[in-house]
């Protein structure tokens, strides 16, 4: 009998929620498949911990799965876009090509070039010794005498700067 009324008070708030989660998703990630696919889960996760939820918070609770979700979802979009820039910049610098490739490439690695040479000067001296030399974080930080989290800092502002001067170069 417990479990048919929490199951009906479940189904209730599902009812009493669903179009005001889907509409703050909606807002916050303009994206509808994106906001269907969030609402989703967040249903999923307030199922899966539904023995340990105050049914009567239960809306404060959704809207934590929510929010902590598309937390969850900017920091991998962050992550990724980072990680594509480093891959570009990598094959950048990769002397194994066709000559059409490498002709392609200098011309590429000169907009690089322009791009790191506008980081601020710290910034550029990381990504410098990063991409350049190939020195670890930790390399890094002991011989510019900073924490292997301000190495960490640098390295992403200048890939995320540099990608931004690439992008709009080639709109040119």
Known sequence: MKNLARDMAISHIYKNYYGVLKR????????????EDLLQETFVRFQKYQAAIDLNRSKNFLFTIARNLMIDKFRHEKVAAIVDTEQE????????SSVERQVLARQEFEV???AVNNLP????????LRKFHQLSHR???DKLKLSVSTV????AAGLAKCQTYIHTYAEK
């Open 152 to 155: 960490e800092k640098h390295l």
């Open 121 to 128: 000067p710290q910034c550029r001296q990381v990504f410098v």
């Open 89 to 96: 910049i990598d094959e950048l610098m990769d002397p194994q």
């Open 24 to 35: 703050f998703l909606l807002v916050n990630l303009h994206s509808r498949e994106d906001a």
């Open 112 to 114: 690089l070039c322009e």
């Open 139 to 141: 390399e890094i930080a």
